[in-house]
């Protein structure tokens, strides 16, 4: 995958609360997990299960997020005058892993915004904070350990860019511009949920194979794969596609992803071995893929419907 050099890139939606902003990842992952029921995540509630298996979080760690916070932690600060300073174009996109977050977002908001209104829907895009170890959000403080998450109770996207890394170095993933768009895109997903009202079919905490979390979890993912599609064909402010160059090598990365956070891999690749399907909030492995798959072969936002009655979750 290829960003046009030529392309304008578009800041207005980034928010930068690294302290100081620049380019680049954040600090390292760590500390507690404070993020649960609010906020809907790539990996954010299996890693919650997943350290409190592991003793990772202790008692009062706590499960649901607390309403009603907002600011930042001390000493972090909004700066979003580097990232309109460093990334400007496609060609900074191709070169600084910030500037491509950036050119994601852009592509996901125009091809979410033309999609929504071939329905009559106005698309409200979610802003995008780059944070470091710790923030708060509108679902309640959260650390760099529950991984990008999307809060509803703010409508805005968090994640630590050093994720990435991780994705590659703890979960094996085999990484790539890809494969870090489609966990882009699955947040965007619950954005498109939170704009049509789907996040009220869940019961806060709600887990198991055939849960509503996991029908969430999984429909992100399909709306991911929708974006996948059409990725190389959405212009963006300049006019023209931002996106080139997608290659079966990218979507099997994006799938290779998908499979490294699935439920079933966290609990026996690092959870100690055991599979609990109880416990399941994203859905398996194999799940993932095929809902990605599902969105990436139709292009069809609405044959990701993975509440509808009877549907075979895989």
């Known amino acids: 995958m290829r960003f046009d050099e030529n392309a304008r890139l578009d800041t207005s939606q980034i928010d930068d609360l690294r302290g100081g902003g620049g380019r680049g990842g954040g600090g390292g992952l760590g500390g507690r997990v404070a993020v649960g029921g609010g906020g809907l995540g790539v990996v954010g509630l299996i ?21 009603g916070l907002s600011g930042l932690p001390e000493g972090q600060t909004t700066d979003t005058s580097q990232a309109a300073q460093n990334c400007r174009s496609g060609a900074d996109a191709n ?9 994601v977002v852009n592509s996901l908001d125009g091809y979410w915004s033309d999609a929504l209104a071939r329905s009559g829907i106005t698309y409200q895009p979610p802003r995008t904070n780059f944070f470091s170890g710790s923030v708060r959000t509108g679902c309640g403080s959260a650390s760099s ?31 790539g511009p890809f494969a870090r768009a489609y ?10 949920q939170a704009l049509l009202g789907t996040n009220s079919r869940v019961r806060p905490g709600e887990t198991g194979p055939t849960s509503g979390s996991v029908r969430l979890e999984l ?17 963006t402010a300049s006019g023209q596609p931002l996106i080139s160059d997608i ?14 956070i699935g439920d079933d891999y966290i609990q026996s ?7 609990d399907e109880s416990q399941f909030s994203h859905g398996s492995s194999a799940q993932r893929e095929r809902w990605f798959t599902t969105g990436y072969e139709t292009g069809d936002p609405a044959r990701c419907d993975t509440f509808a009655r009877g549907v075979d979750l895989g």
């Open 183 to 192: 966990v882009m895109a699955h947040e965007f997903g619950h954005h498109i």
């Open 145 to 175: 350990a529950v991984g990008p998450f999307y809060c509803p109770g703010d409508n805005e996207i968090y994640i630590d860019l050093s994720f990435y890394q991780e994705l590659e170095t703890r979960f094996g993933a085999q990484g």
């Open 269 to 275: 690749e690092l959870g100690g071995g055991r599979v």
């Open 247 to 260: 290659t079966q090598d990218d979507i099997a990365a994006a799938l290779d992803t998908a499979a490294r």
């Open 47 to 67: 890693l919650y299960f997943l350290l409190t298996q592991l003793g990772g979080v202790g008692a009062g760690g706590g499960y649901a997020l607390p309403g």
């Open 219 to 235: 429909q992100a993912d399909c709306y991911a794969g929708v974006w996948a599609a059409h990725a190389e064909s959405t212009p």
């Open 95 to 103: 070169s600084e892993l910030d500037c491509e977050v950036v050119a």
